[in-house]
């Protein structure tokens, strides 16, 4: 491609040093939060950009080291495949949008694109509009109509016609975008904390007991773990594996941050309820408890339910039973019998 120029690094503030870092899809979790370790050993500046990508500002990193964002992006493909045993792509650019514009034109599943920023403009001009940083289908069809089909183009219409053609708000950052304008920066932002269950079956299975006896387990695993550590979830993730590799996931914000059994529990039923589930053939359950949270910062509500206190006391027994014998001295559902 065209204008794969060398960053500079002087004295000069336009440099490109936005990385905007894409890994393949459906990569897991554990393996991104591993790619974010790698990018905090470049710049302390990282911005998590789930499920598979991320921003780094390396500009303090440049001048501390005295060398190119486009050579940093070749460290980082190196470490990446070394270590992780994965490939990355990497746009380089003086904006995100340039940067990240730069990220999804590499079509291999790995490379390096740096783009300078006297280059931006001419760079840009020839890509299609559907091409450019935060265009979507429809708004790209809707230029497409009118004749607008690539960036240079875009570039030429008078912004206030742009707004007319998109709306208000759409309009004004595809016409900034489009001059290779985006002001915001890169913000630090870490991949919120998660833990995670599994249960694999032994055999396919077809039985909605067994799985529903089986996600119980992962319920109590999971909420002892939480407390374990200190921690409430304010969310839920289901993640069922069907026979031959097929999978399902989706996720659900708790009314409030959790770690009792009783409201994961709720929570977690839903989830499979919405999964619908009727004839498929199950290989194993994923449950994730996101965007932990320590469990001092939670508040607590009193309740006039005293069923649930009852359960909560007999909860903070059962911890200290399974710390004490192993987290196999009661089954799931003792858990949930209800204490007269």
């Not at 199950?282 to 006039?304: C, E, N, P, R, Y």
Request: aromatic content about 4%; overall charge positive; hydrophobic content about 45%.
């Amino acid at each position: 491609m065209a204008a794969e120029a060398q960053t500079r690094v002087s004295g000069d503030q336009r440099v490109s040093s936005v990385m905007h870092v894409r890994c393949h899809d459906r990569l897991p979790e554990e393996v991104f939060r591993q790619v974010l370790e790698l990018l905090a050993e470049f710049s302390p500046v990282v911005q998590a950009l789930p499920p598979s990508a991320a921003l780094v500002e390396l500009k303090g990193a440049l001048r501390y080291h005295g060398t190119s964002a486009r050579h940093v992006g070749e460290v980082l493909r190196i470490r990446a495949l070394s270590r992780l045993g994965i490939d990355v792509r990497v746009g380089i650019g003086p904006t995100i949008m340039v940067a990240a514009t730069a990220s999804g034109r590499i079509d291999a599943l790995g490379g390096v694109l740096a783009v300078d920023p006297d280059q931006v403009a001419d760079w840009l001009g020839p890509l299609p509009v559907e091409a450019l940083h935060g265009i979507g289908p429809k708004h790209a069809a809707v230029l497409r109509e009118y004749g607008v089909h690539c960036v240079g183009l875009l570039a030429a219409v008078p912004p206030a016609t742009v707004q007319r053609l998109l709306g208000g708000r759409a309009g004004r950052v595809a016409a900034d975008r489009a001059r290779g304008i985006d002001p915001h920066p890169v913000a630090p932002r870490a991949l919120p904390a998660t833990t995670t269950v599994r249960h694999t079956f032994a055999q396919h299975t077809l039985d909605g007991a067994v799985v529903r006896a089986a996600l119980l387990d992962l319920v109590v695993q999971l909420a002892h773990q939480l407390r374990h550590r200190g921690q409430a979830a304010r969310g839920l993730t289901l993640t069922l594996r069907f026979a031959g590799g097929t999978s399902w996931e989706k996720t659900c914000r708790l009314p409030e941050a959790s770690a009792h059994d009783d409201d994961l529990r709720t929570m977690a039923y839903r989830l499979i309820d919405a999964a619908g589930l009727q004839r498929g053939r199950l290989t194993g359950l994923v449950l994730s408890g996101q965007d932990l949270v320590d469990a001092d910062k939670v508040a607590q509500q009193i309740s006039l339910d005293q069923a649930r206190e009852d359960r909560l006391v007999a909860e903070t027994v059962s911890d200290r039973i399974r710390d004490k014998f192993g987290p196999g001295a009661i089954g799931p559902a003792a858990t949930f019998l209800r204490v007269s």
